[in-house]
Nanobody, 124 residues
Framework: QVQLVESGGGLVQAGGSLRLSCQASGSAFVSYAMGWFRQAPGKEREFVAAIGWNGKSTYYADSVKGRFTISRDNTKNALHLQMNGLKREDTAVYYC?????????????????WGQGTQVTVST
């Protein structure tokens, strides 16, 4: 099991952008599909975006398609989420995790243990 540390969150105006990062260690990062999930207050954790182990396939929740872009750098054991055109509805704690393969609809997290996440707050 990998250890994952999220960063890059913050406070941003609606319409603005943020780039989240997930640093992995402790296992073979390159072997896993990876994804971003988020949890808003009072809501269940939900899928946001996923990417195959080699970066060739990407998947997005309908709510973020056209605004968010997931990428990975296997050389640096890092996962990223570029978020553009942020909306108030994007406010949540964002988490990364490995994703079960074959990738399902919606993609499902591989590991039951979650890290600290990174807070994204979108203001008006």
């Amino acid at each position: 099991q990998v250890q994952l540390v999220e960063s890059g969150g913050g406070l941003v105006q609606a319409g603005g952008s943020l780039r989240l990062s997930c640093q992995a260690s402790g296992s073979a990062f390159v072997s896993y599909a990876m994804g971003w999930f988020r949890q808003a207050p009072g809501k269940e954790r939900e899928f946001v975006a996923a990417i195959g182990w080699n970066g060739k396939s990407t998947y997005y929740a309908d709510s973020v398609k056209g605004r968010f872009t997931i990428s990975r750098d296997n050389t640096k054991n890092a996962l990223h989420l570029q978020m553009n055109g942020l909306k108030r509805e994007d406010t949540a704690v964002y988490y990364c995790n490995a994703v079960v393969e074959p990738i399902e609809d919606p993609p499902r997290a591989e590991f039951a243990s979650w890290g600290q996440g990174t807070q994204v707050t979108v203001s008006t």
